[in-house]
Every structure is written in C-alpha cells, then in structure tokens.
C-alpha cells in the first residue's frame, strides 16, 4: 500500500512537473515581449530575463522618438476598437439571423444555401481581395471607416457555429414560443440567443480576436494616418525603427492586451462554450 501510494505521488509529480515546464515554453514568449519592452535599452534582447526596468520604450512610442513627431497611438488604438467592435457586432448580428433560418426555418433552396457557406468555407479569401478593394473605390469608401467595417461585417465560420448549435436545441420551445404569440424575430431574440450564451462567448473571442489582429485588409484600405489602426501602426515600425526594438516589443504589447484581458474575463464563459461546441 505504501509503495502504491508512493508511485502515484511520483507520477504525480512528474505529470504537474511536465505541465509546468510546456506552460512556461508557452507563456515565456509573452513574458519576454512584456519584460523587454519595459527593460531598459541596452539589456533589450540581451538576456532571457532583463534586470534593470524603464518606461523609456513607452515614452518613445507616445513622444515620436528622435523625430520628435508622436506616431498617432491612441488614435489607432481607438480605431482598432471601434472598427473590431462594429465588425464583431454586424458578424454576429447576420449570424445569428441566417443560423435561425437554415436551422429552423424551411423554406426552397435551404440546403443549397447551406452548402454554398460550407464550400465557401474552404475558398482562399485572398482571391477575392482586388475584386473588393475595386469595390471599395467605387463606392467611395476607400480611406474611411465603412471599408474597415461593411465587407468585415460577414463571418461564415460564425454562421456554421450558430447553425449546429440551433440545430441541437428542441422544437418544444419554439412551438411553445409561437402558441404564445411569438413571432421569429421574437422567437430568436428572447429564446434561441439566451439559450446560446456559452456559444455566444466562444464565437464573439473568435471574432473578436480575428478582427483586432487583421492585418492585409487594414494595412490596404486606409493610408490616412488618422484612420490607421494599431497593428497598421505597428507593422510599419518593423522598416524605420527596427533598430529600436524596445518600442516594437511595448506596441505589441498594447496591441495584445485587450484580447488577453477579455480572455480573462470571459474565461469561465469560453470554457463552457467550447465544451458545447466539442460537443
């Protein structure tokens, strides 16, 4: 029994001791980025853990640097979020919409449309990039916020999550929803999207996430300082300033930090809809 009791113990220890070393090889990328753009200039990229600590990098972002002219950071900043959040917002609104429909709804040609959003699933987006950047330009958008935010404003991926989860939930309620008067739109907003909470979590991180990183679309559609947004910002600090690596690590850091502060508050929320998502 003693030595029963002691081997499980060992492999207990070596299982947590494993877990610990893979948390830290991946954590350690993040750490070092955050560690670095607070370190001072000269141990930046010098040693694995800096020892001597300075908000210089900061400062040179939000000062312009030798060139004295201040890169526009909060305006980019501010971009990034309203454009994310318009984007996230359209994405989720015509997802939900079309998901009650191919789930719920029968109507002609339901199953071909189904479809087309799977094939169209696995369709490179990338070949459809001059088509819409013409688009753009035609209808006058080009430099503004409408050609960051409309043609974003579409996610099939989140339109095929909505769907299977739809799907799973029983007709009993919404029967029982139009013998009380209900109308679809009623239907949707009071019963199907309270039900998908946990899926909502999981879809809206997604999105979220997807849009704030955007880079190609963004760095494309706007050339106006003023509409830049912070990864545009940031990707064009890697040509002048690459010899300034402490302000490159202190971007990326404000570039992640909101996702990785909506994680922590929408943590619980994402666990439990990637366990009915897996489902």
Same mark, same amino acid.
């Given at each position: 029994?003693?030595?029963?009791?002691?081997?499980?113990?060992?492999?207990?220890?070596?299982?947590?001791? &494993?877990?610990? /070393?893979?948390?830290?090889?991946?954590?350690?990328?993040?750490?070092?980025?955050?560690?670095?753009?607070?370190?001072?200039?000269?141990?930046?990229?010098?040693?694995?853990?800096?020892?001597?600590?300075?908000?210089?990098?900061?400062?040179?972002?939000?000062?312009?640097?030798?060139?004295?002219?201040?890169?526009?950071?909060?305006? %980019?900043?501010?971009?990034?979020? /309203?454009?994310? $959040?318009?984007?996230?917002?359209?994405?989720?609104?015509?997802?939900?919409?079309?998901?009650?429909?191919?789930?719920?709804?029968?109507?002609?040609?339901?199953?071909?449309?189904?479809?087309?959003?799977?094939?169209?699933?696995?369709?490179?987006?990338?070949?459809?990039?001059?088509?819409?950047?013409?688009?753009?330009?035609?209808?006058?958008?080009?430099?503004?916020?409408?050609?960051? /935010? !409309?043609?974003?404003?579409?996610?099939?991926? %989140?339109?095929?999550?909505?769907?299977?989860?739809?799907?799973?939930?029983?007709?009993?309620?919404?029967? %029982?929803?139009?013998?009380?008067?209900?109308?679809?739109?009623?239907?949707?907003?009071?019963?199907?999207?309270?039900?998908?909470?946990?899926?909502?979590?999981?879809?809206?991180?997604? &999105? $979220?996430?997807?849009?704030?990183?955007? $880079?190609?679309?963004?760095?494309?559609?706007?050339?106006?300082?003023?509409?830049?947004? &912070?990864?545009?910002?940031?990707?064009?600090?890697?040509?002048?300033?690459?010899?300034?690596?402490?302000? &490159?690590? %202190?971007?990326?850091?404000?570039?992640?930090?909101? !996702?990785? /502060? $909506?994680?922590?508050?929408?943590?619980?929320?994402?666990?439990?809809?990637?366990?009915?998502?897996?489902?």
């Amino acid at each position: 029994m003693v030595g029963s009791k002691n081997n499980k113990r060992t492999r207990l220890v070596i299982l947590y001791s &494993l877990a610990s /070393i893979l948390l830290l090889v991946m954590v350690y990328p993040y750490l070092y980025m955050v560690l670095n753009s607070f370190a001072d200039w000269k141990q930046v990229d010098k040693k694995l853990i800096p020892t001597s600590y300075t908000l210089q990098s900061y400062s040179w972002l939000f000062t312009g640097g030798e060139s004295g002219i201040a890169r526009p950071w909060l305006g %980019a900043f501010f971009n990034s979020v /309203i454009v994310s $959040l318009a984007s996230t917002a359209l994405m989720m609104l015509f997802a939900v919409m079309v998901a009650y429909a191919l789930s719920k709804l029968k109507f002609r040609g339901r199953d071909t449309v189904n479809n087309f959003i799977l094939f169209h699933m696995f369709f490179p987006s990338i070949i459809l990039l001059i088509p819409s950047f013409l688009i753009i330009q035609k209808l006058g958008w080009y430099d503004t916020y409408w050609a960051l /935010i !409309i043609p974003k404003g579409m996610s099939l991926w %989140a339109i095929f999550m909505y769907t299977n989860f739809f799907k799973a939930v029983p007709t009993v309620f919404i029967e %029982a929803a139009k013998l009380d008067g209900a109308k679809d739109f009623q239907i949707l907003y009071r019963v199907m999207i309270p039900m998908s909470k946990s899926i909502t979590s999981v879809i809206f991180l997604f &999105l $979220l996430m997807e849009r704030w990183t955007e $880079l190609l679309w963004d760095m494309i559609m706007v050339q106006n300082d003023n509409m830049l947004t &912070l990864n545009v910002l940031l990707s064009q600090m890697f040509g002048p300033y690459a010899t300034y690596p402490g302000p &490159l690590y %202190a971007g990326s850091v404000l570039l992640s930090l909101p !996702i990785i /502060i $909506l994680f922590i508050i929408f943590g619980k929320n994402f666990q439990q809809g990637m366990q009915v998502s897996l489902k």
